[in-house]
């Protein structure tokens, strides 16, 4: 069975940085595609980035310029770089991954999710 397991939230004031680690474990196939997520208080989810198995990414507009997803084919594992965080970042991340190369949709699998709290 597919696990992510997320790291690295936490509280920042705003312009700081944060950096989310996603771990893959237990999968039987190379998941080709692996993302963030985000849903914030009454909010919908939302794509934060994704990257695939070529590198290829894709960002939230909202999000360009300041993360920065990359990825560790190696280890099945996946980064996102937070920096010049805002208190509109505030929300709970959610890792996700895939055995499609598809970025515009989520893959089937996901983390239990890490709190990400940007005070002004």
């Known amino acids: 069975q597919v696990q992510l397991v997320e790291s690295g939230g936490g509280l920042v004031q705003s312009g700081g940085s944060l950096r989310l680690s996603c771990a893959a474990s237990?999968?039987?196939?190379?998941?080709?595609?692996m993302g963030w997520y985000r849903r914030a208080p009454g909010q919908e989810r939302e794509l934060v980035a994704v990257?695939?198995?070529?590198?290829?990414?894709k960002y939230q507009d909202s999000v360009k310029g300041r993360f920065t997803i990359s990825r560790d084919g190696a280890k099945n594992t996946v980064y996102l770089q937070m920096d010049s965080l805002r208190p509109e970042d505030t929300a709970v991340y959610y890792c996700?991954?895939?055995?499609?190369?598809?970025?515009?949709?989520?893959?089937?699998?996901w983390g239990q999710g890490t709190q990400v709290t940007v005070t002004s």
């Open positions: 237990g999968s039987p196939f190379r998941l080709k595609t």
């Open positions: 990257i695939g198995s070529n590198s290829n990414t």
């Open positions: 996700n991954a895939g055995a499609l190369e598809l970025l515009q949709v989520p893959g089937t699998y």
